[in-house]
């Protein structure tokens, strides 16, 4: 059995070109923030879904109704509105319901949401604001409005007709 081998002529061909390797790295974003030393980092993509906000808002209501400790909830809130669950008065200890949650994108880093909340015949609305921070996710804003005691808006007397 004969081998073949083939040759390029000489002077005929271009010269051979050392090959160059291309490394590939991946296109990682700049580290902007590090959380503080002790703190674990969070690593969502995105927002939290409706699922999770749900849950949140959950949690920070049953922390107004007495049913949650506070300190459960001190890492899906901000330290201002922490101190003010602290504070703040209960609500009535009836179960209450989330209802359908209406999100809205002012910019990348925040999430805001209204939604309405059934607590036993009384319907409330609820209005929260989420911002990204080095941790994750955190309610910065918890505002539930209750219904006026009283009229919603004074009816003018009729004057009357003599």
Request: charged share 20%; hydrophobic share 40%.
């Amino acid at each position: 059995m004969t081998t073949h081998r083939l040759r390029g002529l000489a002077g005929s061909e271009p010269a051979a070109r050392p090959r160059t390797v291309r490394h590939v790295t991946r296109h990682r974003p700049p580290v902007r923030d590090l959380p503080p030393a002790g703190h674990n980092v969070v690593q969502l993509l995105g927002p939290p879904s409706e699922r999770q906000l749900t849950g949140r808002l959950n949690a920070i209501l049953e922390v107004l109704g007495g049913r949650r400790a506070a300190a459960q909830v001190q890492n899906l809130v901000d330290p201002a509105l922490f101190a003010r669950l602290l504070t703040h008065s209960r609500l009535p200890s009836t179960r209450h319901r989330v209802g359908t949650l209406h999100l809205c994108h002012p910019t990348d880093l925040a999430l805001e949401a209204a939604t309405t909340i059934r607590n036993g015949p009384r319907v409330l609305a609820l209005a929260a604001r989420f911002e990204r921070t080095r941790t994750g996710w955190v309610c910065t804003r918890f505002h539930l409005l209750a219904p006026r005691l009283g009229p919603a808006r004074a009816v003018p007397a009729r004057p009357s007709a003599a």
